[in-house]
């Protein structure tokens, strides 16, 4: 077992189990000096990224990985090391930086892991001791954590279609429509004029979709109707609500969309 | 601590130029242009900033809090009222489907951009000022207003507040950055912020 901390600067002051503990640690580790070249990294990480301690250690982290070059992660990477504040990347906006694969998977990049990266740059005082600022990735799989998730909100999304939808006509119903007409109402206080998106639930259970459009007067409503959607039925209505001291219109239109 | 009009003027400059920045890497990563200001800065209670932010009508707020350390110790939060984070966590990943709750996955989100909001305020404070910091990662906590600024401690201990407007895809969304300080540290920051005005005259 060598996980390539050996050829760090000091190996004779490391306790004997802590080349162990690093080498099984159950997240990916990578320790990057000053230059951005691998000090180490951890087996995690080089059976994932199906590569060797050989072939990663010494080298400049975006020669060994060149999708990072220009990306968020190098951004990240240097605005971290120049302050030496931690930063967080999470798989919500970044999914997969790493090209990193389950150890029997196939490299394809659908399969990529979902990873959530700490990145972790000395500190004032351990830089004076070190002579140099490393700094420390650590990239978690949390593609378990996303496809959980991602189920928990196809369920949601089921069970608002069970209570938004009419049984016999299968459009929305009365909840749907007052859940709606609120929801816009609150939207276009904030941006009159703005277009709304058709609920995705409607579209799903017919191809045609209910519209709530909502604005402060009711020519924008004309405009804000996409050009790829026939409108089949179209209520114009003037609410008694005001934004801005005008009355706000509303419009109930049902639609067949080609989107 | 007791700033003058001109240290929090001075101040006030300092965060706006670390704003500015987390504007820029907030707008790379939303993919459309992210405005940030920060019109003014403020000292208050703990007791004042809670009242605030229930008349905002935010029983429960979400908190991005980050600790600093060195010259000056300090804990930065970023706070919204639940629901303005998750339209601002809505906005920025682009998700068109309204969030009921900001579940794991989200809270992460939320605790990336707080970070790059505090670290490149925080960043500013230590270029101008000569101070240099360590930070710990982002944690992400919800709860009362009282509960997360830990008002227990003291009601009426002061603390410096920053009042962050986000305006993106015309949609505006409020947020409050405080620094929780200590009185060592507010000693500190006061001389700091003095040596500033005096190497700028």
């Known amino acids: 077992m060598n996980s390539g901390l050996s050829n760090g600067s000091s190996p004779s002051t ?19 000096d000053a230059d951005m070249r691998i000090v180490f990294a951890n087996k995690w990480f080089l059976l994932r990224a199906r590569l060797l301690a ?147 639930a409607a579209v799903r259970s017919w191809g045609w979709s209910c519209w709530i459009l909502t604005a402060s007067s009711s020519s924008m409503i004309s405009t804000a109707i996409p050009r790829e959607t026939v409108v089949y039925r179209r209520w114009p209505m003037c609410s008694s609500r005001y934004a801005a001291g005008r009355a706000i219109w509303w419009h109930v239109m049902v639609a067949k969309s080609w989107w | ?47 004042d900033i809670t009242e605030k932010l229930n008349a905002q ?22 706070m919204f009222p639940v629901d303005q984070s998750l339209q ?9 489907f309204p969030l009921a709750q900001l579940s794991e996955m989200e809270q992460e989100s939320l605790a990336e951009i707080g970070n790059i909001l505090l670290n490149s305020v925080v960043s500013s404070v230590a270029d101008m000022l000569h101070i240099e910091f360590e930070g710990t990662l982002p944690q992400v906590e919800l709860g009362q207003a009282s509960e997360v600024l830990h008002t227990e401690a003291n009601l009426d201990d002061l603390i410096l507040s920053l009042q962050i407007n986000f305006e993106i895809a015309s949609r505006k969304i409020q947020g409050y950055l405080v620094f929780l300080l200590d009185v060592a540290s507010s000693d500190v920051l006061e001389k700091k912020i003095a040596a500033f005005i005096e190497s700028l005259q």
């Open chain 2, 1 to 47: 601590m007791t700033l003058t009009e001109m240290e929090l003027d001075a101040l006030a400059e300092i965060f706006n130029h670390g704003v500015g920045q987390a504007a820029l890497a907030l707008s790379e990563l939303a993919g459309e242009e992210v405005r940030l200001s920060a019109p003014r800065v403020e000292e208050m209670s703990r007791r």
């Open chain 1, 14 to 32: 490391l306790p004997v189990w802590l080349d162990w503990v690093l080498y099984n640690t159950q997240s990916g580790l990578v320790l990057l």
């Open chain 2, 88 to 96: 601002l966590v809505q906005l920025m990943v682009g998700d068109d």
């Open chain 1, 54 to 200: 050989e072939q990663v250690n010494g080298g400049a982290l975006l020669d060994v990985f060149p999708v990072l070059k220009g990306g968020h992660f190098e951004r990240a990477l240097v605005k971290a090391m120049r302050s030496g504040f931690p930063a967080l990347m999470s798989q919500t906006l970044h999914p997969s930086p790493f090209p990193l694969c389950a150890p029997a998977g196939p490299r394809v990049n659908d399969s990529l892991l979902r990873q959530s990266i700490h990145i972790v740059p000395m500190g004032p005082t351990d830089v004076a001791a070190a002579g140099q600022r490393y700094t420390l990735i650590q990239i978690t799989d949390v593609s378990p954590t996303v496809a959980r998730e991602r189920l928990l909100k196809a369920h949601a999304d089921r069970m608002s279609d069970l209570v938004h939808i009419d049984a016999l006509m299968e459009i929305g119903n009365r909840r749907f429509f007052d859940e709606s007409i609120a929801v816009r109402v609150a939207t276009q206080q904030q941006a009159p004029g703005r277009r709304c998106v058709p609920p995705a």
């Open chain 2, 57 to 78: 009508g935010a029983n429960r707020i979400c908190a991005v809090r980050q600790g600093f350390s060195g010259a000056v110790n300090t804990e930065a939060l970023l």
